[in-house]
């Protein structure tokens, strides 16, 4: 029971405790280093950060915004010296930009209101995206940032990429600016991605939909296709400033986003590739391992209420001896969609054109068709729709795969099944799939739940956390999570809302193995209303780094708190703490006091 749970725990750490305040807090005998802020000068030429001045030029060679995916490339093979990739999500401009919100007074309440961007701000916004390639160093036991790092380099909304893959080329994905449909202009909502085993870094563009304004032209052949994907949302204001953003005016770019984005870092100038072949959904990352046979498998999470988990398999084999020989394993392969049974048993459902009801006279005249869109072939499959899928991490130590589901308030009663057993399902789950065989590559499998999140203590809400977790141990919405060297795993969340559960997003170590079996520690915490992405450790796991994302940012959830806003009733200027400067997302990296490895 609870003290032979605690004593068979595969992690020793004492607990952070739960709650919220304005700054990070990590578990005893540990430092948290902040090591790349928004802003960071990236190159020894690059400007330092001047929040009452940004302009796109400088912010182009500075370390981007919202950092949520986060991989270490190691470099000669060094677990203290590598590249670390960083994805940057999106852009909060009511927390980068001086003076353009007010706070107002909507139905009785405070609200914020802010002004429109102009063309600079949008400009700062679209080199705030994307990605970081940057050269880090352990030194002295602190990690340092490699300013002038051969392979440096800043990957943004305007970096020219190429499709390849099966539907480049295809006329659903040729614009005006590009008549061959093989060009595209940028990567945006670049959420979590992953470090292929041939060692090159893995953006996924997931919710492309709010950077789209616009009507498509009446009965337009793309109407099915957007309004599955939820385009356009609007969010952004870049259609003002840049046509291609509107769909009246350029109906196909919208089908040139919701891709899988490929980067060698060895060559700071080669050109990113959007992988056709892995399908277009709202990607949220894409974790991969070797499979026993030498194909790669991607493991693939589309996040939106009651969409799909897939995986790709790779036709050709993965050669350790020859890094070039690996580098298109990605434009072949299949792409599978996950159907759940409620006896615990899985498919892998192939999504190939001219298989089942993926044929012409249901809409699909080609592979092409199919990738283009993934969710209307899935849909037409029968695949079982889940609770949000977010990261998804096959263990190589253990064998299994681990789906982190955030949440789906909107699942009602009659809707529940094996796979997603709560209604209202507000703090999401964790399943475990084990494939046939051990193989990752299988067509089949086994699954179960590992862990309903939410308070334990709170019976409707049915969490399944051990008796031996703690007040602070249960979590909700998990999002991110890793897999250490020697296969334990670490879950961090997105969205707790400080207000309901009296804690602020984290970092968990929770156990899959024996009696300890579900039982979470806290190990870090973030700064009130920001979410933490990464996390992602060292191979010799004596750091782990973590990302924490829009630092400040608020929702009606935790009003109680203040509104964010970084000129009023602020809630935190987290890291800095300076009165002249905004808050600013960052990576963090965790080691232990004296050296060693991270919980044990
Ligand atoms: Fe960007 Fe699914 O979180
Ligand atoms: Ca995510
Ligand atoms: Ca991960
Ligand atoms: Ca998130």
């Not at 002295?140 to 305007?158: E, F, H, M, P």
């Not at 709170?458 to 956390?465: D, N, Q, S």
Request: glycine share 10%.
């Amino acid at each position: 029971d609870e003290a032979r749970a605690e004593a068979k725990s595969a992690f020793s750490f004492k607990e952070v405790e739960a709650g919220v305040d304005q700054t990070h807090h990590v578990a005893e005998g540990y430092d948290a280093d902040v090591l790349l802020r928004w802003g960071d000068p990236l190159f020894s030429d690059a400007a330092d950060f001047d929040p009452q001045n940004l302009t796109a030029a400088a912010q182009a060679k500075q370390f981007g915004y919202n950092n949520d995916y986060v991989g270490f490339i190691p470099l000669d093979g060094s677990a203290e010296h590598g590249l670390l990739v960083v994805n940057h999500e999106y852009t909060n401009p009511h927390l980068m930009f001086p003076g353009i919100v007010k706070v107002v007074e909507k139905d009785g309440k405070k609200a914020l209101e802010v002004a429109a961007l102009t063309k600079d701000q949008v400009d700062i916004e679209m080199a705030a995206h994307g990605g970081t390639v940057v050269e880090i160093r352990k030194d002295g036991g602190k990690w340092q940032v490699v300013k002038d790092g051969k392979l440096n380099r800043r990957i943004t909304a305007t970096t020219e990429m190429e499709f390849t893959g099966p539907a480049a080329g295809h006329d659903r994905l040729k614009t005006n600016a590009d008549p061959t449909g093989t060009k595209v202009i940028g990567t945006v909502n670049n959420c979590a991605g992953g470090v292929t085993p041939w060692g090159t870094y893995i953006l996924a563009e997931e919710n492309i939909h709010g950077y789209f304004s616009g009507e498509l032209p009446a009965d337009h052949k793309e109407a099915a296709n957007y309004k599955r994907m939820g385009i356009p949302e609007g969010a952004y204001e870049w259609a003002a400033h840049y046509d291609r953003f509107d769909l009246a005016k350029e109906p196909n770019e919208a089908n040139r986003f919701g891709w899988i984005v490929e980067v060698d870092v060895n060559d700071p100038a080669s050109m990113p590739k959007k992988r056709t072949a892995v399908g277009r959904f709202k990607h949220e990352g894409a974790e991969s391992i070797v499979a026993k046979d030498g194909h790669v498998v991607f493991y693939l999470g589309d996040d939106e209420r009651f969409d799909y988990v897939y995986k790709f398999v790779t036709a050709g084999t993965f050669n350790p001896d020859d890094r070039a020989a690996n580098m298109n394993l990605l434009d072949n392969g299949t792409l599978y969609v996950a159907k759940f049974a409620q006896d615990g048993s899985m498919e892998w459902l192939p999504l190939v054109h001219g298989q089942g009801p993926l044929t012409a006279a249901n809409g699909f005249e080609s592979q092409a068709d199919v990738l283009i869109a993934t969710r209307l072939a899935a849909d037409l499959l029968g695949a079982t729709k889940m609770d949000r899928p977010e990261d998804i991490q096959p263990n190589g130590v253990n064998g299994k795969v681990y789906v982190l589901l955030t949440n789906n308030t909107k699942r009602e009663a009659n809707q529940a099944d094996a796979a997603n057993p709560r209604a209202e399902n507000a703090f999401g789950h964790i399943i475990e799939i084990a494939e046939d065989g051990g193989d990752f590559a299988a067509v089949k499998g086994k699954w179960e739940v590992l862990l309903k999140c939410g308070d334990p203590s709170v019976a409707e809400v049915g969490a399944t956390f051990s008796t031996a977790t703690s007040a602070s141990g249960w979590f909700g919405m998990p999002d991110n999570c890793a897999i250490d060297s020697i296969g334990r795993l670490w879950v961090a969340t997105d969205g707790q809302g400080p207000k309901a559960t009296g804690r602020t997003d984290g970092l968990w170590a929770v156990d899959t193995e024996g009696e300890a079996r579900a039982t979470s520690k806290l190990f870090f915490r973030v700064p009130v209303g920001a979410e933490l992405c990464g996390p992602l450790f060292t191979p010799n796991d004596e750091t782990a780094f973590v990302a924490v994302q829009h630092p400040g940012d608020g929702g009606d959830d935790w009003e109680g708190f203040g509104r964010p806003s970084y000129y009023e009733d602020l809630s935190t200027r987290w890291p800095d703490f300076r009165d002249d400067t905004p808050v600013r997302p960052s990576v963090v990296a965790i080691t232990k006091q004296g050296g060693g490895k991270i919980g044990v």
